[in-house]
């Protein structure tokens, strides 16, 4: 059972808003890197695969801080957690500017991804823990939207042109003061504890409960495949976040500020993708939204990356592979993973982010820098392609978990119902 805040329907979304508002951050932090990578690879000298490092470094730190995280947020209550986390990552923010070379800028980037690393986990686990089940996908959704529309929307223009009049080095001290305004908001919204159910499931906390937690959150049915497609999901995430810019730039011949304005207009009318496919998730089920989410971004990013086209073709070939991501990735790396293990969300979304921020958006920005440098930037283009169509056979073998879609099924399936898994 749901243990749902009394306070309404006004209080969810107040909820759910606020933290989205908090995503949006992160998404300024993790994505507004690679805006601005062609002024950084110019001063800093570097090579793509140096690039790609910039970008995948805060990834494993991510990993690891959304892991631990989760465990812990189930144990001790997701609030403190998360406060703490959006602190030092701001605080981490601000001084990036002041990096000297390329290493100083690695090691920055690394120590942001701990701080950030907490937001997903505790974050969407607390909108599953505190909303209406039948909206899950749906408030799970707008959560992500933050991240899409601050970060690769909104984004993509602001960073830009910021990075224009002022120079790269002052865009991330600005994202700081958004962090610090929003987390501290965050102190008078969320819930002060958690509910008894996940406290209860969880258990003590104690040196083995990460590993613990992590053998058992893998085995339970569906996990492994979820785990997956949040992988080849993030891989698809890295990809763009290091190389659309460049690839516009150099392989398409478009200015900074000309492409981040086709990066930002996609992005930013992409996003209603985390209204649309949660919508379809909620009332269809989770599989069939998901399948053709994932059909759809892998061949529009395709044509993307294969087939030159004019300007307003660009946007909206991108714009429709954006609706179809960003509504596809809520879904792998949070729907699914708390109604796959309702009673220890925390763990399941942060192990699922643990691979798949580990061995997605970490492993393919380098992958991708590696293959540019040894052909095209085309390349790691058309590999982000291949990692959204590649989730649609995945889904296939996992357990439907919409609460519509298993309600239907009570009267001839009644151990079909939300929160069945014992762990």
Sequence with gaps: ??????????????????????????GLNRVGIGFVLPPIVQEFHLEFWQAGLLVSGTSLAWAVSAWLSGCVSDRVGRKNVLVIGMYAASAISAILGTAWNF?????????????????????????????????????????????????????????THLSTAFGWRWVFTIVAVFGVIITTWLIFVLPKDLPASARS????????????DLKEILGAPGMARVTLCSTLGLGWLGLNIAFNALFLTQVRGYSLNDAGSILSISAVIGVSGVIFVPGVADRLGRKVAGIIASIGAGVCFLIFALVPMPTVATVIVLTLGSICASGLSPLTLATLPSELVPLRRGAAIGVANLFAASFGITLSPI?????????????????????????????QGIPETAPRILARRLETQPSAVEGAMPI
């Design 1 to 26: 059972m749901d243990e749902r805040s009394k306070q309404g329907p006004v209080y969810e979304w107040t909820l759910v808003i606020s933290l989205a508002l908090m995503f949006g951050f992160v």
């Design 103 to 159: 290493l100083s800028l690695f090691i920055f980037r690394d120590l942001l991804g701990f701080g950030d690393g907490v937001s997903l986990t505790t974050g969407q686990s607390t909108i599953a823990e505190r909303t209406n089940p039948h909206r899950r996908a749906l408030y799970q959704g707008i959560f992500n939207g933050g991240y899409s529309l601050l970060g690769l929307g909104f984004g993509a223009y602001i960073i």
């Design 201 to 212: 499931g969880a258990g003590q906390l104690n040196a083995s409960s990460f590993f613990k």
């Design 367 to 395: 992958i991708g820098g590696f293959l540019a440098d040894h052909s095209s930037l085309i390349v790691p283009v058309v590999l982000g392609g291949l990692c959204q169509l590649g989730i649609a056979p995945i889904l």
